[in-house]
């Protein structure tokens, strides 16, 4: 599974959504998905965009967290 944490380096960047969105070009609907972990898939362009505005790096913001019964039929 993959998780996102978008609010994680916001709040360490003290930066709104409003502020994001309006740096990013994304709808607040679209953030919030984002930011919400609702999301099911995010453009390169799109995550280019928000890293390049948070001043970070994909990593910070996408984590893989192995899904436990997948893990337990191996």
């Given at each position: ?24 070009g994304i709808t607040l609907a679209n953030l919030s998905i984002l ?22 790096q994909p990593s910070d913001i996408l984590e893989y967290l192995p ?8």
């Open positions: 599974m993959i998780i996102i944490n978008l609010d994680v380096m916001m709040a360490k960047r003290k930066i709104s959504l409003n502020e994001l969105s309006e740096r990013v930011k919400n972990n609702r999301a099911k898939a995010i453009r390169f362009s799109t995550l280019d965009a928000i890293c390049n505005a948070l001043e970070c899904d436990e019964t997948v893990k337990g039929d191996k």
